[in-house]
């Protein structure tokens, strides 16, 4: 998936054979961040920036706890810095060199998304268990949790995301203060 921001190009991609310390990985990275070197990652996300065709900045992201995949959601940009999920964390990112801002867990088992929000100057994290709310240096503001895992989908709407659970049910949450209720009655 490619992204432009300015003048950069974001390329991000799966790594699924990516090895910590190989030489036989498909692609190689200037910079590798996993939030805890302590556990084998689930999931790996590359990334380069490019200007005009010339890489500026590569990172590999190891993620840990649950494994995600690449989507439309995995990363966001507040004109300086690159916010990625992966794994159970979000990581902050320089923009062009893609050194590490700071890293942080944002929900028990995965987080799908993130979200920058113009509006407000803070981030909104999408994970399995919870949606936080992050200042853009990482300082959690709210999170929230519904009866169930939301891994159907999130929409952001003015003052409100709507996060659909695993049974179908949609959940509207106030951005101000992370108050949930059901949207399906």
């Known amino acids: ?9 974001v390329a991000i ?11 036989d990985n498909p692609r190689s ?16 996300h590359g990334i380069n920036v490019s200007e005009n065709e010339e890489i500026l900045g590569s990172a590999v992201l190891l993620g840990v706890g649950g494994a995600t995949r ?19 964390a979000l990581y902050s990112l320089s923009l062009p060199a893609l050194k590490l801002n700071w890293c942080k867990k944002v929900d028990f088992a995965t987080c799908f998304g993130v979200f920058w929000l113009d509006d407000r100057s803070c981030l ?19 999170s929230t949790s519904g009866p169930d895992i939301f891994t159907e989908g999130m929409e ?14 949609v959940h509207e949450i ?4 992370g108050a949930i209720s059901s949207a399906n009655t």
């Open 70 to 88: 690449v989507n439309d959601n995995s990363l966001a940009f507040n004109g300086t810095s690159l916010y990625v999920a992966a794994g159970d």
């Open 156 to 169: 952001v709407h003015g003052g409100i995301a709507k996060v659909t659970d695993f049974n179908g049910d």
């Open 124 to 142: 909104l994290t999408w994970g399995e268990l919870e949606i936080g709310c992050y200042s853009k240096d990482g300082e959690k503001l709210w």
């Open 174 to 177: 106030n951005l101000s203060n």
């Open 1 to 9: 998936m490619n992204k432009v921001f300015g003048n950069y190009e």
């Open 29 to 44: 990275y200037i910079n590798e961040y996993c939030r805890n070197d302590k556990y084998e990652h689930v999931s790996a």
């Open 13 to 23: 991609r799966d790594e699924p054979t990516y090895s910590r310390n190989s030489t």
